[in-house]
């Protein structure tokens, strides 16, 4: 991905950055989540549909996520900046 297609997609990291970013719970690999995924999500966020690991109801739309390698968990994206805290993982165990 070029930098000019990066700085346009809020959803979108650094290589770099994503070679070396893992589950800070389970240590396992991560891998974004493509542009269809994140539509599907996010139309689940505006039923109201999906929790993260707390227990709450998510309610921000997401830029772009990132998955666990198990597929269970999706950490978000927003403004280039993933939010790998724990709490803040969206349960997404067969939903996707």
Do not use: F, W
Not at 36 to 52: F, M, S, T, V, W
Not at 65 to 86: A, F, N, S
């Amino acid at each position: 991905m070029d930098a000019e297609s990066q700085s346009t997609n809020p959803g979108t990291i650094d290589e770099e950055l994503l070679a070396i970013l893992c589950c800070p719970e389970t240590k396992q690999g991560l891998r974004l989540l493509d542009s269809k995924q994140i539509r599907h999500l996010n139309a689940l966020i505006d039923k109201g549909e999906l929790r993260n690991k707390e227990g709450h109801v998510v309610q921000e739309k997401l830029d772009g996520g990132l998955m666990r390698e198990d597929g269970k968990i999706v950490y978000p994206i927003r403004d280039h900046i993933p939010i790998m805290l724990i709490e803040e993982g969206i349960v997404i165990e067969g939903v996707l």
